[in-house]
C-alpha cells in the first residue's frame, strides 16, 4: 500500500488525466461539502435546543403547580394547587433513593438599592441544595448553607451582572444590600454558563423569605435532580411515579394534564435526541445519494482509465503482476481520488462554518460545527465510496488477458 | 527445456469451431535458440500463446523445466510467466511513464525484490544491452532499436529460462533489426533458451533452428547452419 511504485502509477494516471479526475472528484467533494454542511446544521439545532436549558442539571425534574381542569374527589375544576414545604418534606422521604438533590423554589421580583444605585431583580428563595440543581457558580464568597436556612437569615448570593450594576467597583461581600427595603448582606457572588439572564438574579434563603412574606410556607414550585445513574426510560418511570403521587397528594385526576406539571428534562433530552438523530439521519441520507453521483462519476473515470491502459495491464500481467495486484492498484487509485477529493470538501465546509458558524447565534440554532464524529463519518463514507466507485473497474482490469500485450494492432 | 505433446487447440466462432493447432509435437533443449515460421493463420501466434501461458491447450502435454503447465489458476499463471518466461514483443510495450530503468525493474518489482536490489539489477542488464546511460530516459526519448534493447533487459531481469520474442524486429528497419539478433544472439552465447516467432527469412536464418508451421502442423523443423548479425552492424 505504501509502495512507491503503485504511488508512482496513481499520480500519473491522475497527471494524464488532471481535467477529467477533477471533475469526477469535485461531484465526490461537492456530496461531503453538502454532507458536513447539514450535519453541522443538525449540530447547530441541538447547540440551539439543548442552549435553552443548559445552565440546569441534565437529569433535572421540575415540578410545577397548576389549575385543574377536571373535577376529581369532590373537588370542582378550576381549583389552584398550592405547594408547600411540606410537599417538599413529603417527596424527599418517599424517594430517598431516587432524589439527588432537591429544593424549593420561592420567586418574587426584588427592587435592590445599594447606596445611590437601584434596579430590579428577580429574586428566587431556595434550600441550599439549589446550587447544584440549577449548576450555580459561586465564583466569590459561598452559597448559604443550612445554618443560614434554619436561621432565617437575611444573607444574599448575587449574580454577577447585579455585582456589577449596584456595587460597580466596591467588593460587595460583606456589604449590605437593600432588597424591597430591607438590609441584606451579601455572601456570594455567582455566575452561570451560557444563560446570561441567570447573573441578573439574586438568590437568598427559602425560609428567610417565607417569614418576610408573613410566615407563610408556601412555594413555587420544586426542583430536583434524579439520581444520576438512571438512564432515561428509569428516569421516565420515576418522574411519573412522582406525579402520580403529588396528584392523589392533592387530589388531582390522575388525566389531568393542567392541575400538576412535571417536567423532566430527561424526556426532553431524549424527545430532542430522537429529533435530530431522524434529522441527522436525513442529512445522511440526502448527502449519499448526492454522493452516488460521484461514486458513479470516479467508477466512470475509472472504467475510461482501465480501457486506455488496457494494453499497458496486459504488459503488466505477461510480467507476472498478479490479477490482485491490479485490483489493488485500481482500488487504491479510486480510494485516494475519493478521499483527497472528499476531504478537499470537508476542509472548505469546515473553513466556512468556522468563519461564519460563532456569529450565528440565535435560540434554536447556534455554533453549527464539525465534529469528529462527522469527520469519521465522512471518512469512512468516503473509503466505502471509493472501493464501490473502483470494484466494477477493478474487476474489469483483473480480467484484462495478458494476450492483449501480444496482440500488435 | 520445453517439452510440446500432441498440443491441439480450437477456437469458437459462432457456431463453427476454429481448429488453429492439430497436434503439435515439438523439443526445445536448453541454450537452443528457435524460430518459429508460418504465414498468418498457420498459428504460430497461438502457439506462442500457449507457450507463454497465456492461454491454455485443448489437449495435449506442455512441460517447462520439468513442471507441467496445466488448468492454471490466473494467479499461478503470473507467477510461472514471472518465474519461467522472459517476453521480448513486436512493439516494445515498455511503460511509457517509467524511465528505462524502471522499466527494466518491473518483473523484479513482481518478484517483490526489494527497491535497491531491483534497481541494482536493472541496471545490471541494462548495461549488457549498451543502454547504461540512457537508464534514466523515458522510452518517448529512445530509439526503436533502443526500445527494444530495453525490452529485451527487461525480459532477461527476472532472469528467466525461456525468452520469447514475438517477432521482435517487426517494427525495427533491418540495421536495427541485425543489431536486436545480435544481442539476440549474444545472450544465447551465454546459453540461454530463446524461441523467436517470425516471418523473415533472414531473421530466421539468424537462429540455429527453424520450425515450419503450416496449417496447425509442423511441416518442417530443422536445424541450420547460424548466420552471425555481427557482420552486418
Redesign the interface.
Known amino acids: 500500500m505504501f509502495d512507491r511504485d503503485v504511488w508512482q502509477e496513481i499520480f500519473n494516471t491522475i497527471k494524464t488525466n488532471k481535467l477529467r479526475t477533477f471533475l469526477t472528484g469535485f461531484s465526490v467533494g461537492w456530496a461531503i461539502f453538502i454532507l458536513v454542511m447539514l450535519l453541522a446544521s443538525v449540530n447547530g439545532m441541538e447547540n440551539g435546543f439543548y442552549n435553552q436549558f443548559n445552565d440546569d442539571a441534565t437529569n433535572s425534574i421540575f415540578v410545577r403547580p397548576g389549575v385543574t381542569s377536571k373535577a376529581y374527589g369532590g373537588f370542582e375544576a378550576g381549583r389552584r394547587i398550592q405547594l408547600e414545604n411540606d410537599d417538599m418534606e413529603y417527596l424527599s422521604k418517599s424517594f430517598p433513593e431516587d432524589i439527588e438533590f432537591i429544593s424549593a423554589r420561592y420567586y418574587t421580583n426584588v427592587t435592590a438599592r445599594y447606596k445611590s444605585e437601584t434596579g430590579t431583580y428577580s429574586l428566587q428563595a431556595t434550600n441550599p441544595e439549589h446550587q447544584f440543581i440549577e449548576k450555580t457558580i459561586v465564583t466569590s464568597g459561598r452559597y448559604f448553607n443550612e445554618a443560614d436556612q434554619i436561621n432565617k437569615a437575611k444573607v444574599a448570593v448575587i449574580g454577577k451582572k447585579v455585582a456589577e450594576d449596584l456595587f460597580k467597583d466596591e467588593e460587595p461581600l460583606g456589604k449590605f444590600v437593600e432588597l424591597n427595603g430591607l438590609s441584606f448582606r451579601v455572601i456570594g457572588i455567582f455566575t452561570d454558563d451560557g444563560d446570561v439572564n441567570a447573573e441578573q438574579r439574586v438568590y437568598a434563603p427559602l425560609s428567610t423569605y417565607q417569614r418576610i412574606y408573613g410566615n407563610t410556607s408556601n412555594i413555587n414550585m420544586i426542583a430536583l435532580t434524579y439520581n444520576p445513574t438512571y438512564d432515561v426510560p428509569r428516569a421516565l418511570e420515576f418522574s411519573e411515579k412522582l406525579e402520580d403521587l403529588m396528584k392523589r397528594r392533592h387530589r388531582i385526576d390522575p388525566d389531568d394534564q393542567a392541575g400538576m406539571y412535571v417536567f423532566n428534562y430527561a424526556e426532553a433530552y431524549d424527545n430532542i435526541n430522537s429529533f435530530t438523530a431522524v434529522l441527522r439521519g436525513v442529512g445522511i441520507g440526502v448527502a449519499f445519494l448526492i454522493l452516488i453521483a460521484g461514486i458513479v462519476g470516479i467508477g466512470n473515470i475509472m472504467v475510461f482509465t482501465i480501457k486506455e491502459r488496457t494494453k499497458e495491464i496486459g504488459v503488466r500481467k505477461a510480467l507476472g503482476a498478479r490479477p490482485n495486484q491490479i485490483i489493488n492498484l485500481v482500488l487504491l487509485e479510486s480510494v485516494f481520488i475519493t478521499t483527497i477529493s472528499g476531504f478537499v470538501g470537508l476542509l472548505f465546509a469546515w473553513m466556512i462554518l468556522a468563519a461564519i458558524g460563532p456569529t450565528i447565534q440565535s435560540p434554536a440554532f447556534s455554533n453549527p460545527s464539525v465534529n469528529t464524529a462527522t469527520v469519521v463519518t465522512a471518512t469512512v463514507i468516503l473509503i466505502v465510496a471509493g472501493v464501490l466507485a473502483g470494484l466494477i473497474p477493478a474487476m474489469k482490469a483483473a480480467n484484462v488477458k495478458p494476450i492483449v500485450a501480444l496482440s500488435d494492432k | 527445456m520445453i517439452e510440446i505433446k500432441d498440443l491441439h487447440k480450437s477456437y469458437k466462432m459462432g457456431s463453427n469451431s476454429l481448429h488453429v493447432l492439430k497436434g503439435i509435437n515439438f523439443k526445445v533443449e536448453e541454450g537452443e535458440l528457435v524460430a518459429i515460421m508460418g504465414s498468418s493463420g498457420s498459428g504460430k501466434?497461438t502457439l506462442?500463446?500457449i507457450l507463454?501461458m497465456?492461454?491454455g491447450a485443448d489437449s495435449g502435454e506442455y512441460n517447462l523445466d520439468g513442471v507441467p503447465i496445466k488448468n492454471l489458476s490466473?494467479?499461478k499463471a503470473?507467477?510461472y510467466?514471472?518465474?519461467f518466461l522472459g517476453?521480448i514483443?513486436?512493439?516494445f510495450?515498455l511503460?511509457n511513464?517509467?524511465s528505462a530503468l524502471?522499466n527494466v525493474a518491473?518483473?523484479l518489482?513482481?518478484?517483490k525484490v526489494p527497491?535497491k536490489e531491483r534497481q541494482e539489477k536493472a541496471m545490471k542488464y541494462l548495461e549488457r544491452v549498451g543502454l547504461k546511460p540512457w537508464a534514466s530516459h523515458l522510452p518517448s526519448e529512445l530509439s526503436g532499436g533502443q526500445k527494444q534493447r530495453v525490452a529485451i533487459a527487461?525480459a532477461m531481469a527476472?532472469e528467466p529460462k525461456v525468452l520469447l520474442a514475438?517477432?521482435p524486429t517487426?517494427?525495427l528497419d533491418s540495421t536495427t533489426s541485425y543489431e536486436v539478433m545480435d544481442l539476440i544472439q549474444k545472450i544465447n552465447d551465454e546459453g540461454n533458451t530463446i524461441l523467436v516467432v517470425t516471418h523473415e527469412e533472414d531473421i530466421a536464418h539468424m537462429c540455429k533452428r527453424i520450425v515450419h508451421l503450416k496449417d496447425g502442423v509442423i511441416v518442417e523443423d530443422k536445424k541450420i547452419e547460424q548466420v552471425r548479425a555481427e557482420q552486418y552492424v
Open positions: 501466434s506462442l500463446n507463454g497465456l492461454d490466473e494467479t503470473a507467477q510467466r514471472n518465474k517476453f514483443f513486436q512493439s510495450n511503460i511513464y517509467k524502471e518491473l518483473p518489482y513482481y518478484q527497491r527487461r527476472a514475438d517477432e517487426g517494427a
